[in-house]
């Protein structure tokens, strides 16, 4: 067992070094690509106009569609050119309703299947294995990944590798402290309890996530018009 857990302790660290190295290859990458002169002025001179419209124009430059596209993403990595949203939303419900909340609606979906599993699937083959996998992640990941999209709302405070590490760990955290709390009601420690719980912590967590999204979205409206 102990040989197992190196071994898997060892892929685990072997994977976030690659996800580390493919970042820094991306850098680089972004870094030495050349970008063709006319390609650049292109850019540099469509500043407001639509992506469609740049990448058109590129293409009628004699460009593909995949260098056009490969121009956009290096001068983007450079902080030379910057891609905005031409309508973003200003209301609350207008976040909500938009792909900025696109994984709010993720997770939604997913407890919804998760809430099939468990008490609308038959509980045979292949069925079980389907209420095995979406348990697992249910309760060892979901509740700390929205717990920590509420507490870094903005993508680039954290890497991926590290909103995965501290999602797992603080489910493992919330998941006990959850069934303690029921442990004290009359409902007690049972499957029905814990699932709603666990569903309302989840939901909870995500609409706070989302709203504190939206405020530090408002406010990169306000830097963006005052530029």
């Known amino acids: 067992m102990a040989s197992g ?57 004699g460009l593909s569609f995949v260098e056009a596209s490969r121009v956009l993403y290096v001068l983007g990595r450079r902080g030379e050119v910057a891609l905005r949203d031409p309508d973003p939303p200003r209301t609350l419900y207008g976040f909500f309703r938009s792909w900025y909340s696109g994984w709010f609606w993720a997770v939604v979906g997913f407890l919804a299947v998760v809430s099939s599993a468990v008490f609308l699937f038959p509980q045979t083959d292949p069925w079980i294995y389907v209420r095995y996998v979406a348990g697992a992640v249910y309760v060892l990941y979901v509740p700390g990944a929205v717990f920590i999209e509420a507490l870094y709302p903005v993508r680039g405070e954290l890497e991926d590798l590290e909103r995965f590490a501290l999602g797992v760990g603080l489910s493992l955290a919330l998941v ?19 699932f709603v719980s666990l569903t309302l912590l989840t939901v909870v967590l995500a609409v706070v996530a989302v709203y504190r999204k939206y405020v530090y979205h408002l406010l990169r409206l306000v830097a963006v018009e005052a530029a």
């Open 5 to 61: 857990l190196r071994d898997r302790l060892r892929g685990f660290l072997e994977s976030s070094e690659e996800v580390e190295d493919e970042a820094e290859e991306e850098e680089v990458y972004a870094e030495e690509y050349v970008v063709p002169d006319e390609a650049a002025r292109i850019v540099l001179g469509s500043r407001g106009e639509p992506v469609e419209g740049v990448v058109g124009r590129l293409v009628g430059g």
């Open 176 to 194: 006990p402290l959850v069934g303690l709390v029921l442990n004290y009601t009359p409902w007690g420690i049972r499957l029905e309890p814990i």
